[in-house]
C-alpha cells in the first residue's frame, strides 16, 4: 500500500477513536445516563472503525487491522458496548 493511502487511513482510524473515547467517556460521566443520540453516535464509531479494519486488511496493512481491531474488542469489552 502506498504511504500516502496508509496515512490517510491512519488519520481516519485515529480521528474515530478519539471521538470514540469522547463519546464514551460522556456516558460515563453521567453515570450511565444514555439517550438514543449517544447510542446513535458510538456505534457510528464502532462501524466507521469497523469498515476502517477492513480497508486497512484488504490493502495488505496487517498491523494497521490489528491495531483497529483492539480498538473495537476493547470498546465493547472494557466500556461495555456489547450491543454494537
Not at 471521538?19 to 462501524?47: C, F, P, Q, W, Y
Not at 477492513?54 to 461495555?80: C, D, M, P, Y
Amino acid at each position: 500500500m502506498s504511504k500516502p493511502a496508509f496515512k490517510h487511513l491512519l488519520a481516519h482510524y485515529r480521528a474515530h477513536k478519539n471521538s470514540l473515547i469522547v463519546n464514551v467517556r460522556a456516558v460515563t460521566e453521567n453515570d450511565g445516563l444514555v439517550d438514543n443520540g449517544m447510542v446513535i453516535t458510538i456505534a457510528k464509531h464502532v462501524g466507521a472503525l469497523n469498515c476502517l479494519y477492513w480497508q486497512a486488511l484488504g490493502n495488505g496493512e496487517v498491523n494497521l487491522a490489528k491495531g483497529i481491531s483492539r480498538t473495537i474488542s476493547k470498546a465493547k469489552a472494557v466500556h461495555g458496548i456489547e450491543a454494537i
